[in-house]
């Protein structure tokens, strides 16, 4: 049994750094595109300048807030990924110039040889990620998982979530049947029960719990740091530094009044993204400090992850990630 979880843990990794690859030939995941906030672009055309930036968003990222205010003296072009993977591998296909990611994504990626760089980072928000049961299971400690059937997002920051977890109360990946499910897929197997427990981020996380009345077992308090972090294609980091010095200055100020107006956010950001606003709001009072400069405490956090996946197995080799850090960019979000 144990053999054969690791050789299945190996295979999955491959498919994934195979999938990142193959993006550059095949576009990677699909993304909906958005026209810019000021002024309308198409992605060629965004591509063709240096002063304009193509920009991959997750629902309810930071980068949404932007989004939705207004960016000012800026092209910008907006692409909606389901995940992080996703975006990464959009970054690496070269149909983006700058994403948002949390720890994960950027440690597969660079693993996989993905060009790019991390020029902002988010502060911790250990609350915006949890393992959720349904509301009647039986499961209600971690030590209850055991045999059970767990859904994540393969390669986002919840895997690292549920290691250590799994860790901290004696399990490892080897006492669970991980299932690798996109959140639009886990949802739906969540709710039929085909699967045990689901370890998923907002605002998936704050809608079941709204809607469909699931159970927080834990979270990642204690655990994991759950930081976020702005990355960029080694191409726009040499072609595009100035448009992405404005990008980051007026995220930050973005992200500082949201911070700040926690309900207002969920209010601002709740009709563009389809999504009730009283399903926001919890998620929006958790989602950290916002943008933090990058220093070497977050790279020895990002490190340990990276560390970690390499020790299981999860990918191939080990990788030193200050190679993708640049703190050049530090001085734009303040």
Same mark, same amino acid.
């Given at each position: !049994?144990?053999?054969?979880?690791?050789?299945?843990?190996?295979?999955?990794?491959?498919?994934?750094?195979?999938?990142?690859?193959?993006?550059?030939?095949?576009?990677?995941?699909?993304?909906?595109?958005? =026209?810019?906030?000021?002024?309308?672009?198409?992605?060629?055309?965004?591509?063709?300048?240096?002063?304009?930036? %193509?920009?991959?968003?997750?629902?309810?990222?930071?980068?949404?807030?932007?989004?939705?205010?207004?960016? %000012?003296?800026?092209?910008? +072009?907006?692409?909606?990924?389901? +995940? /992080?993977? =996703?975006?990464?591998?959009?970054?690496?296909?070269?149909?983006?110039?700058?994403?948002?990611?949390?720890?994960?994504?950027?440690?597969?990626?660079?693993?996989?040889?993905?060009?790019?760089?991390?020029?902002?980072?988010?502060? &911790?928000?250990? !609350?915006?990620?949890?393992?959720?049961?349904?509301?009647?299971?039986?499961?209600?400690?971690?030590?209850?998982?055991?045999?059970?059937?767990?859904?994540?997002?393969? /390669?986002?920051?919840?895997?690292?979530?549920?290691?250590?977890?799994?860790?901290?109360?004696?399990?490892?990946? *080897?006492?669970? @049947?991980?299932?690798?499910?996109?959140?639009?897929?886990?949802?739906?197997?969540? @709710? +039929?029960?085909?699967? *045990?427990?689901?370890?998923?981020? *907002?605002?998936?996380?704050?809608?079941?719990?709204?809607?469909?009345?699931?159970?927080?077992?834990?979270?990642?308090?204690?655990?994991?740091?759950?930081?976020?972090?702005?990355?960029?294609?080694?191409?726009?980091? $040499?072609?595009?530094?100035?448009?992405? %010095?404005?990008?980051?200055?007026?995220?930050?100020?973005?992200?500082?009044?949201?911070?700040?107006?926690?309900? @207002? $956010?969920?209010?601002?950001?709740?009709?563009?993204?389809?999504?009730?606003?009283? &399903?926001?709001?919890?998620?929006? %009072?958790? +989602?950290?400090?916002?943008?933090?400069?990058?220093?070497?405490?977050?790279? =020895?956090?990002?490190?340990?992850?990276?560390?970690? #996946?390499?020790?299981?197995?999860?990918?191939?080799?080990?990788?030193?990630?200050?190679?993708?850090?640049?703190?050049? #960019?530090?001085? =734009?979000? $303040?």
């Amino acid at each position: !049994m144990v053999v054969f979880a690791s050789l299945w843990r190996l295979l999955s990794t491959l498919a994934l750094l195979i999938g990142v690859l193959a993006s550059a030939a095949c576009g990677g995941e699909t993304a909906t595109t958005s =026209a810019a906030s000021t002024t309308s672009t198409s992605p060629s055309a965004t591509a063709a300048s240096d002063e304009s930036l %193509r920009v991959g968003y997750q629902k309810y990222s930071w980068e949404t807030v932007l989004q939705a205010r207004g960016t %000012r003296n800026l092209e910008v +072009s907006w692409s909606e990924f389901p +995940s /992080g993977p =996703a975006i990464t591998e959009a970054l690496n296909a070269g149909s983006i110039d700058v994403g948002e990611l949390g720890e994960a994504p950027p440690v597969f990626g660079q693993a996989a040889g993905v060009p790019f760089t991390t020029v902002a980072a988010a502060g &911790a928000a250990p !609350m915006s990620e949890a393992v959720l049961v349904a509301r009647d299971s039986p499961i209600h400690r971690v030590e209850d998982l055991r045999g059970r059937t767990v859904a994540l997002n393969r /390669g986002s920051n919840v895997q690292y979530l549920l290691v250590k977890l799994l860790g901290a109360h004696g399990l490892t990946l *080897d006492d669970v @049947e991980v299932r690798y499910l996109a959140p639009a897929d886990a949802r739906p197997a969540f @709710e +039929s029960g085909a699967v *045990d427990a689901w370890v998923i981020w *907002d605002p998936f996380l704050s809608i079941a719990q709204a809607t469909d009345g699931a159970r927080r077992l834990a979270d990642g308090t204690g655990l994991v740091a759950n930081h976020i972090y702005f990355v960029a294609s080694t191409s726009a980091v $040499r072609r595009k530094a100035a448009a992405l %010095r404005t990008f980051l200055a007026q995220l930050g100020k973005a992200v500082r009044w949201a911070v700040a107006h926690p309900d @207002e $956010r969920a209010a601002l950001i709740g009709g563009l993204l389809g999504i009730p606003v009283a &399903a926001l709001v919890d998620a929006a %009072r958790r +989602s950290g400090p916002g943008l933090v400069p990058i220093d070497d405490g977050l790279i =020895a956090g990002q490190q340990e992850v990276a560390d970690t #996946f390499a020790r299981l197995g999860l990918i191939p080799n080990p990788i030193k990630v200050a190679a993708d850090f640049d703190t050049a #960019f530090n001085g =734009a979000i $303040r």
